[in-house]
């Protein structure tokens, strides 16, 4: 491994970590009810995907699968330990996928905000600029169709396209100001 390799990868892994320690912890938490135990848990689980980072295909999953590593470590930790008292797996995999859909579900609400934004910004575009984006975006169409629809150049239906993006860029870009002041 080149040590540019090992650069990035330490990167990707220290992101990662910054990112998911603490939803690591809970996850060894809620298993074995032991806050000592659950961050001997969650090192051992960073271990693991460190050891099998490149298994990992999909970044954006690296939470629940970093949860279910911490899972997994933790009822074994228990089962070592000879303790009876762990939930079972049902149960454990049943809570991580509760805080799996829960995720989801904040996320489709933010998703249905940003749609409903952008439509906003769409309806107060200029009605040529509005006309060029529908059509390219919601009918699919390509620009060299849009153009014969109707009858402009290619290049008229290229920059109106260019002011339209760039205008819905720009009030998402005030909307995020105004957010943040």
Same mark, same amino acid.
């Given at each position: 491994?080149?040590?540019?390799?090992?650069?990035?990868?330490?990167?990707?892994? *220290?992101?990662?970590? $910054? /990112?998911?320690?603490?939803?690591?912890?809970?996850?060894?938490?809620?298993?074995?009810?032991?806050?000592?135990?659950?961050?001997?848990?969650?090192?051992? %689980?960073?271990?693991?995907?460190?050891?099998?980072?490149?298994?990992?295909?999909?970044?954006?999953?690296?939470?629940?699968?970093?949860? %279910?590593? !911490?899972?997994? &470590?933790?009822?074994?930790?228990?089962?070592?330990?000879?303790?009876? %008292?762990?939930?079972?797996?049902? /149960?454990?995999?049943?809570?991580?996928?509760?805080?799996?859909?829960?995720?989801?579900?904040?996320?489709?609400?933010?998703?249905?905000? %940003? =749609?409903?934004? /952008?439509?906003?910004?769409?309806?107060?575009? =200029?009605?040529?600029? =509005?006309?060029?984006? &529908?059509?390219?975006?919601?009918?699919?169409?390509?620009? $060299?169709?849009? !153009?014969?629809?109707?009858? /402009?150049?290619?290049? &008229?239906? =290229?920059?109106?396209?260019?002011?339209?993006?760039?205008?819905?860029?720009?009030?998402?870009?005030?909307?995020? *100001?105004?957010?943040?002041?």
């Amino acid at each position: 491994m080149t040590s540019e390799c090992a650069y990035a990868r330490e990167s990707v892994f *220290q992101h990662i970590y $910054s /990112l998911y320690h603490q939803r690591v912890y809970h996850a060894a938490q809620k298993v074995l009810r032991d806050a000592q135990m659950a961050e001997d848990a969650a090192q051992e %689980t960073f271990i693991k995907a460190y050891r099998y980072l490149d298994k990992l295909e999909d970044v954006s999953k690296a939470g629940a699968w970093l949860a %279910t590593i !911490a899972s997994r &470590t933790a009822i074994d930790m228990l089962r070592k330990e000879g303790k009876r %008292t762990f939930i079972s797996i049902e /149960l454990a995999s049943w809570e991580l996928e509760q805080h799996y859909l829960e995720h989801i579900v904040i996320e489709e609400v933010e998703l249905r905000e %940003t =749609k409903q934004e /952008l439509e906003q910004d769409i309806q107060k575009l =200029k009605p040529k600029l =509005k006309e060029v984006l &529908t059509l390219r975006y919601m009918e699919d169409m390509r620009e $060299s169709e849009i !153009a014969a629809a109707l009858s /402009l150049s290619k290049a &008229t239906v =290229k920059t109106r396209l260019y002011r339209a993006k760039a205008a819905v860029k720009q009030a998402k870009l005030n909307r995020e *100001q105004v957010q943040y002041v």
